[in-house]
């Protein structure tokens, strides 16, 4: 009876390893299985690069415009203007005469009203152009980004990239302080998040807002 006893726990206790030698074989293997899943997948991602289909539209070309005109120290002058404008129109507003506080008022508008208005009748004319109405398709990789446009491509590579910035409505990447493409934020999907990490790597950002740091 002893022996048998022994036998049955020898044979249990084998059996218990022989199971266990299977399961961390077989789980190491489908873990292996699982790896190469997800890196064939993020080369697979690498390989077709992220692709957006783009047509701009008269807020977009706007918006951009408005950046353009009020970025760096042109903001900062185009606002101390504006409000030197307002103090001067304050303190005289009893004892200068109606031409004064019409050119006061001329000069608060200017930057607030006047500017924004001539820069969007512009940009209504630029989106009535056939060229901007087809719209690009622009597929980026680890190499650069591609634009398809009117039958045609141009490839550019990151190092012809000048800077890029974001605002709360738009990716914007620059090839010179005039020329450059626009994502708006309404193309941004799910590649939000790759997309803006391949632009931060590859590109001098000069400006990221909240809505770039989220990407939601």
Not at 38 to 54: A, C
Not at 156 to 170: D, H, L, P, Q
């Amino acid at each position: 009876r002893c022996c048998k006893k022994k036998d049955r726990t020898y044979n249990a206790v084998l059996t218990f390893c022989y199971i266990v030698y299977f399961l961390t074989i077989l789980i190491y293997r489908l873990m292996k299985v699982m790896h190469n899943i997800t890196k064939d997948k993020e080369n697979k991602d690498k390989k077709d690069g992220i692709s957006l289909d783009i047509k701009l539209n008269v807020n977009d070309i706007w918006l951009f415009s408005m950046y353009n005109a009020n970025r760096g120290m042109l903001g900062i002058f185009n606002l101390s203007f504006t409000l030197a404008a307002i103090y001067m129109l304050l303190i005289n507003i009893s004892s200068s005469d109606i031409p004064m506080k019409l050119l006061f008022v001329f000069f608060i508008l200017l930057f607030s009203v006047i500017q924004p208005a001539m820069l969007y009748l512009k940009a209504f004319k630029q989106a009535k152009n056939n060229h901007i109405k087809d719209g690009f398709k622009i597929i980026f990789d680890e190499s650069g980004f591609e634009v398809f446009q009117s039958g045609q491509s141009l490839k550019f590579e990151w190092n012809m990239v000048y800077k890029s910035a974001a605002t709360n409505t738009m990716i914007i990447i620059f090839l010179n302080n005039i020329r450059a493409y626009l994502i708006p934020k309404r193309y941004l999907n799910k590649d939000n998040y790759r997309l803006k990490e391949l632009i931060k790597s590859k590109t001098r950002v000069s400006f990221f807002t909240r809505f770039t740091n989220g990407f939601k």
